[in-house]
C-alpha cells in the first residue's frame, strides 16, 4: 500500500543535501558582511540585509526596547488581541513612505503575498511573470481565479495573453519589482503601458527593491518615476529593513478588505514587538540615509567588475543582487564548496528555482562590506574558477 511517508527527494536535491558543509541548511552566523560556519570565519555574500540594517545598533535598540515593554509575542492574531500601537504605527509608516492611502502589516513577506488572495476572483484573471517568487504563485493559486504566466520580462508575450483574455473579465498583472534570483528589474514603463492599454490593476512584490532602489528608497516605481502608476505594493521587512514581517500598501478600501478576509493574516499571530519596533526604527533610517544605497550599489559594481574581469557570467543585473551562472546543478554545488574554502559565503539557485541546467551561485551584497571583502570575494571565485574551472562566461 503507497505510504504519504515515502516520498523522497529528487536526485538533484539528493547531491545537496549530504552531510555538511553543504549549499542548503548551513548553519551560519553572519554579522556585518561576516559569517562564522563550520568553525570558519568568512565573508557573508548571501544575506539581503542589503542596508547593513539588521546590525545597526539603533534598529537593534529599538528591537530590545519593544521586547522589555511587550515582552517576545503577541501570542494572538492580528485580529483578535495581537494589535499592538506599533503595528499601527509602522502601518502608518509604511503607507506615508509609499504615498498609499494605508498599508497592513504581516508576519512574514511571504504572508503579505499569500493575502493577495481574496482579491482573486472567479472570473478574474492574474498574468504573472515566470520568474515571480513562489509566494506570489501560491497566492494566485489560492485564489479562484484565471492565471496565465508569461515568459521572464517577456512584454510581447504579455501583451498577447493581455489581448486574448476575456474583455469583460477584471484583470492585474503581478510582478517582483527586483527579481531575486538573478537581480534584474521588472520592466516598469512597459508594464505600467500595458496595464493601462489592457484596464488592468497593476501588483507590485517590493521585497528586494523597496529600501534599495530610487532616490528616497521607496523601491522600483521611484526609480523609473512611476509612483503613481502602482496600484498595490507587498513588501518584506526581511531584507532592506533588518528584521522580519510584510505589509501590502494601497487604497484604503481594499487595505480594509485585505484586513477581514486575508487568511495569511486571520490565522496566524501577529508580528512580533521587536521585529515591528526594529522596522519602524530602519524605515527611519532608509529615508534618512541615502549613503547605505549607493554603498551597496558601488560595492555591487566593483564585484560585478571583477567577476566579468575574471570571465564569469553575471547575467543582466545591475543591482546588489548579483548571479554567478554556472549552468549544471553538480558543478555549481562543487563551485559553491570551493568558494566557500576559500573563505566566501554564497547561496546556490538550482531547479525548481531556477530552470534545470541554469544553476548559477547568488551573491547577496551589502553596505557593511568594506574594501577588504570585495578583495575577498574576487579572490575566491578567481582561485575557485581555476580549480573547477567553472570560469567559463556564457557557461548558460
Ligand atoms: N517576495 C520575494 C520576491 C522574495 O524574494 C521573498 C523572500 N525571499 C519574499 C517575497 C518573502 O519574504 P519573507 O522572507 O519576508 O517571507
Known amino acids: 500500500m503507497a505510504d504519504i511517508f515515502a516520498k523522497q527527494l529528487s536526485p538533484v536535491m539528493r547531491t545537496m543535501t549530504g552531510p555538511g558543509p553543504r549549499p542548503l541548511y548551513q548553519a551560519v552566523e553572519g554579522r556585518n558582511g561576516e559569517a562564522l560556519t563550520g568553525g570558519a570565519r568568512v565573508v557573508m555574500a548571501a544575506c539581503n540585509d542589503y542596508l547593513g540594517l539588521a546590525d545597526d545598533p539603533r534598529v537593534s535598540e529599538a528591537a530590545v526596547r519593544a521586547v522589555q515593554r511587550y515582552g517576545t509575542s503577541c501570542s494572538g492574531s492580528r485580529l483578535i488581541g495581537g494589535t499592538l500601537p506599533l503595528h499601527e504605527e509602522l502601518e502608518r509608516a509604511v503607507a506615508a513612505f509609499l504615498g498609499q492611502e494605508a498599508a497592513i502589516v504581516t508576519t512574514t513577506g511571504c504572508q503579505?503575498?499569500?493575502?493577495?488572495?481574496?482579491?482573486?476572483?472567479?472570473?478574474?484573471?492574474?498574468?504573472?511573470?515566470?520568474?515571480?517568487?513562489?509566494s506570489l504563485v501560491d497566492a494566485v493559486q489560492a485564489g479562484r481565479a484565471g492565471s496565465?504566466?508569461?515568459?521572464?520580462?517577456?512584454?510581447?508575450?504579455?501583451?498577447?495573453?493581455l489581448a486574448a483574455?476575456?474583455?469583460?473579465?477584471?484583470?492585474v498583472i503581478i510582478t517582483?519589482?527586483?527579481f531575486s534570483a538573478e537581480g534584474d528589474l521588472c520592466p516598469l514603463p512597459e508594464l505600467v503601458g500595458l496595464a493601462r492599454r489592457h484596464d488592468a490593476r497593476l501588483v507590485i512584490d517590493g521585497a528586494h527593491d523597496i529600501g534599495l532602489l530610487g532616490a528616497g528608497g521607496r523601491g522600483v516605481a521611484e526609480h523609473f518615476g512611476l509612483m503613481d502608476e502602482v496600484d498595490l505594493y507587498t513588501g518584506t521587512f526581511s531584507k532592506c529593513f533588518g528584521s522580519i514581517g510584510g505589509f501590502l500598501a494601497g487604497p484604503a478600501e481594499v487595505i480594509h478588505f485585505l484586513r477581514y478576509t486575508a487568511r495569511s493574516v486571520l490565522f496566524t499571530a501577529s508580528m512580533p514587538p521587536a521585529s515591528a519596533a526594529a522596522a519602524v526604527a530602519a524605515l527611519k533610517i532608509i529615508a534618512s540615509e541615502p549613503e547605505r544605497r549607493m554603498r551597496v550599489f558601488e560595492v555591487a559594481r566593483r564585484v560585478r567588475n571583477g567577476l566579468r574581469e575574471l570571465g564569469f557570467d553575471t547575467g543582466e543585473s545591475l543591482t546588489p543582487?548579483?548571479?554567478?551562472?554556472i549552468g549544471d546543478t553538480?558543478?555549481?554545488g562543487r563551485m559553491w564548496q570551493a568558494v566557500l574554502d576559500e573563505g566566501v559565503f554564497t547561496s546556490v539557485m538550482v531547479a525548481p528555482g531556477v530552470a534545470e541546467g541554469h544553476a548559477l551561485i547568488r551573491l547577496a551584497l551589502q553596505a557593511t562590506h568594506t574594501d577588504d571583502h570585495?578583495?575577498?570575494i574576487l579572490e575566491a571565485f578567481a582561485t575557485a574558477g581555476r580549480r573547477l574551472g567553472a570560469a567559463t562566461a556564457g557557461a548558460r
Do not use: T, W
Open 112 to 134: 503579505a503575498n499569500l493575502a493577495l488572495s481574496p482579491l482573486f476572483g472567479r472570473g478574474d484573471v492574474v498574468f504573472g511573470d515566470m520568474a515571480n517568487h513562489a
Open 148 to 161: 496565465r504566466r508569461y515568459r521572464h520580462c517577456d512584454m510581447g508575450h504579455l501583451e498577447r495573453q
Open 165 to 171: 483574455a476575456d474583455g469583460e473579465a477584471a484583470k
Open 176 to 178: 517582483d519589482g527586483l
Open 321 to 325: 543582487i548579483v548571479p554567478v551562472h
Open 330 to 332: 553538480g558543478l555549481c
Open 374 to 376: 570585495i578583495a575577498r
